[in-house]
């Protein structure tokens, strides 16, 4: 029970962090708007892999960790 209790605040907690720093955050939703460097050229497109699926940040999320994550870090 403790477990699922601490798991179950964790992800709110994760979540919340999504949804007040995530760019694709939008009313729990993925914009999926992502920004890739192609022969030294910053390029955007949408991956189909985030867009106009739930956030799943919760399951593991490689733009949440390489770029919200570390945009916090710099932050504070
Ligand atoms: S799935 Fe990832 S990129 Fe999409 S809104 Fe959630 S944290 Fe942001």
Known sequence: MF???VNLRMKTTIRQIA????ANFNLGMCLGAMFKRIDKKLTYCI???Y???SCFVE?????FEQIVIPGLEREN
């Open 3 to 5: 477990s699922f209790v």
């Open 51 to 53: 867009a106009g699926k």
């Open 19 to 22: 949804r007040h720093h995530c």
């Open 47 to 49: 991956d189909s892999k």
């Open 59 to 63: 399951k593991g999320c490689v733009y």
